[in-house]
C-alpha cells in the first residue's frame, strides 16, 4: 500500500520548503500531496486518504481547526495523523489544536529533519 503525506498551507513557499524537507520519501513510495486551502485540503483527505497531514491554521476558505475537527468526526478518517503547523505558538492555539483532534502541534519556522523524522515513524518507515 502506497503511503500519502498531505502538505496543507496557503503559503506557497512554505509547502514547497516542506515538500523539499519530505522528498527523499518519495524514493520510498510515498506520494507528497498538496492543498493551498482548507477546503482543497478536506476534499484530498476524503478523495486520497493520505496517512499523514501536516495541516497550517491559518487557511482561507477553512481554517486548520475546523479541517481537523471534520477529519476527526468522520469515522472513516478519524485514524489520520493531523499535525498542526503554524507559526500560532500561544498556549490556547495549542490547547484549540489538540482540542480540535490534533495528534501533533507544532510551530514555524520548522526544523526539516524533525519533519522528516515524524512522516518516518508515522508512516513506519525506517530511517536510512
Known amino acids: 500500500m502506497e503511503s500519502k ?3 496543507a498551507d496557503d503559503e506557497a513557499h512554505i509547502r514547497r520548503l516542506m515538500s523539499q524537507s519530505l522528498e527523499e520519501l518519495e524514493d520510498r513510495g510515498v ?3 498538496t492543498a493551498s486551502d ?3 485540503a478536506l476534499e484530498i483527505i476524503r478523495a ?4 499523514l497531514v501536516f495541516l497550517d491554521l491559518m487557511m482561507p476558505r477553512m481554517n486548520g481547526f475546523d ?3 471534520a477529519v476527526k468526526a ?3 478518517l478519524r485514524n489520520t495523523y493531523v499535525v498542526m503547523l503554524t507559526a500560532k505558538g500561544q498556549n490556547a492555539d495549542r490547547q484549540k ?3 480540535s483532534g490534533a495528534d501533533l502541534y507544532m510551530t514555524k519556522p520548522f526544523d526539516p ?3 522528516l523524522e515524524i512522516s518516518a515513524r508515522v508512516l513506519g518507515i525506517a530511517p536510512q
Open 97 to 99: 489544536g489538540l482540542q
Open 38 to 40: 482548507g477546503a482543497m
Open 5 to 7: 503525506i498531505l502538505i
Open 113 to 115: 529533519d524533525e519533519l
Open 48 to 51: 486520497e486518504r493520505p496517512a
Open 31 to 33: 506520494e507528497l500531496l
Open 74 to 76: 468522520d469515522a472513516g
Open 67 to 69: 479541517v481537523c475537527q
